[in-house]
C-alpha cells in the first residue's frame, strides 16, 4: 500500500513538473522532524520519537559502495537513531524498506536520477557530512537498508535489519 501511495505522489508530482532532484543541495540535517505524514505507518515501522532512542547505530558508508555497520538486530517496538555519515567523495544515501520497496525505488531512481525526496526513513548525505534518522521498528520482519542512488544498489551497497518479537 505504502509503495502505491508513493508511485502516484511521484507520478502526479511528475505530471505536474515539479523538480525532482538528488542534488548536492542536501546538507547536514540532524533529528529531523517529521515532515507532514511522517508518522505514517509502513511495513517496517514509522517515524521514532528521538526522545525514546534506545540504542544509536553508526553507519558509514564509502566509495567501495559499502555500509561499515552491517547486520542490525532489533526488537519489535524499539526506536534507533542511525548517524549516517558519508566518508566518500561522492553522494551516498540510507533508505530503510522492505526489499521489494527498495528494488522498485532503485528502478524508480534510474529513470529518473534527479529525484528528491525528506521521508523520515531516508538520508541523504554529501560527502564528508553525516545525517540521522530516528526510526521505530513497529513490525517484526527482515528489512534493509541501502543506497538507491543508480548503481550502487547493484554494487553491494544495501545491509539487513532484522526486527524480533519482543519476549
Known amino acids: 500500500m505504502h509503495s502505491k501511495i508513493v508511485a502516484a505522489f511521484l507520478a502526479a508530482a511528475l505530471n505536474s513538473g515539479v523538480a525532482l532532484g538528488h542534488g548536492s543541495s542536501h546538507e547536514k540535517k540532524t533529528a529531523r522532524k517529521p515532515a507532514a505524514g511522517a508518522n505514517e505507518e509502513t511495513p517496517f515501522g514509522h517515524a521514532g520519537d528521538a526522545k525514546k532512542v534506545?540504542?544509536?547505530?553508526?553507519?558509514?558508508?564509502?566509495?567501495?559502495?559499502?555500509?561499515t555497520s552491517g547486520h542490525v538486530r532489533v526488537r519489535q517496538g524499539d526506536t534507533l537513531r542511525f548517524v549516517v555519515a558519508n566518508r566518500g567523495k561522492i553522494m551516498h544515501e540510507m533508505v530503510i524498506g522492505t526489499m521489494k520497496e527498495l528494488k522498485e525505488h532503485a528502478e524508480l531512481m534510474k529513470k529518473h536520477p534527479g529525484m528528491?525526496?525528506?521521508?523520515?526513513?531516508m538520508a541523504h548525505v554529501s560527502p564528508g557530512k553525516t545525517e540521522?534518522?530516528?526510526?521505530?521498528?513497529?513490525?517484526?520482519?527482515e528489512f534493509h537498508y541501502a543506497c538507491l542512488i543508480p548503481g550502487h544498489l547493484e554494487a553491494g551497497m544495501i545491509a539487513k535489519i532484522t526486527v524480533e518479537p519482543r519476549k
Not at 528528491?116 to 526513513?121: F, G, L, V
Open 132 to 141: 540521522t534518522i530516528v526510526w521505530q521498528f513497529t513490525q517484526v520482519g
Open 116 to 121: 528528491e525526496h525528506d521521508e523520515p526513513y
Open 54 to 67: 534506545m540504542r544509536t547505530i553508526k553507519v558509514g558508508m564509502n566509495d567501495k559502495m559499502h555500509f
